[in-house]
């Protein structure tokens, strides 16, 4: 039996609509620009951020390049499964599309893989300091931070870090946030102004306690109640995201995700599935899935850590 007879086509077809599906349901683009590439490596020239109009005196002023750049070399993955022919045979439909549901699940989590790795082990960024740092300068914006403790930001000393309340959280995203709108360029000019969309990534143990803080419309604080200021804010939304690959359970993410910038990029040169017939010698069909990406490091100012303490 040829591999052509073994109805393959219909498992590709499986296999990229529950890909897209899934895929298309994933935070990787909250936090991440995607961009597709036809080399190894790439590297993200950076140029100063564009200048704040003036008034005209004189000649006009040309801003000046930056050398700044960030490098993300690409990494080759892969997986594969072994489908029998006899379930195929048969038309064990529901057996083999759990297996190969089960596969695209997996390559639609991918970048989750990839870009939770990169957020709790980012090393630096394009200006030599840390990431999620205190000492991030260039420019003209002076000495900022974007790792916050309680040094910085006082109500991240919670009652008890391992269960922080739902007002408690609020009262420390809000503060966040608020420190994120400050964050200035290396002309001195302010990023985030015009931020009014914000994603905040949350580890598994905090949970129910982000579930009541981005949903309710009251919430007891003190014991008494009093309206969220997160869900009846005009004009600004919060999205919340649990990512159970956090290994740190005091620790979560802000992210701006309605700018055209991004805090990390996810980069693509080949996504593929391919197939082998083993009938002769195994008695099955292996299907595979190769791809070749990578994530890096773009912008600290569209990110924030927050430990709680």
Request: charge should be negative; proline fraction near 4%.
């Amino acid at each position: 039996m040829g591999i052509s007879r073994l109805g393959l086509r219909g498992v590709q077809g499986r296999f990229y609509l529950e890909y897209e599906n899934i895929l298309a349901a994933g935070w990787q683009n909250d936090v991440s620009v995607f961009v597709t590439t036809d080399q190894e490596l790439e590297e993200y020239g950076w140029i100063s951020q564009a200048p704040m109009l003036r008034e005209w005196i004189g000649g006009r002023k040309v801003a000046a390049l930056s050398e700044n750049s960030v490098i993300v070399r690409n990494k080759t993955f892969e997986a594969t499964i072994g489908i029998p022919v006899d379930d195929i045979r048969r038309d064990k439909s529901a057996q083999i599309g759990i297996r190969v549901n089960g596969l695209a699940g997996r390559a639609a989590d991918h970048p989750h893989v990839l870009l939770t790795a990169l957020i709790e082990s980012p090393g630096n960024c394009y200006d030599g300091s840390a990431f999620f740092g205190t000492a991030h300068a260039e420019g003209a914006s002076g000495t900022q931070v974007n790792a916050f403790t309680n040094s910085q930001i006082s109500v991240l000393n919670v009652a008890d870090h391992t269960a922080v309340t739902p007002a408690e959280l609020i009262n420390c995203v809000l503060k966040v946030v608020e420190a994120m709108f400050a964050f200035k360029d290396d002309q001195g000019q302010v990023m985030n102004a015009n931020a009014k969309a914000f994603t905040v990534m949350v580890p598994s143990g905090m949970w129910a306690s982000a579930i009541q803080a981005f949903s309710l419309s009251v919430i007891l604080e003190g014991g008494q109640p009093r309206i969220n200021p997160i869900t009846n804010v005009n004009g600004y939304t919060f999205r919340v995201i649990v990512n159970p690959r956090l290994t740190a359970a005091s620790v979560f993410y802000v992210f701006r995700t309605d700018g055209s910038a991004k805090p990390f990029v996810f980069q693509e040169e080949l996504f593929e599935t391919d197939e082998k017939d083993e009938t002769f010698e195994n008695n099955r069909v292996l299907f595979g899935v190769k791809a070749i990406r990578n994530v890096g490091p773009l912008f600290w100012q569209m990110a924030a850590k927050a430990t709680l303490s």
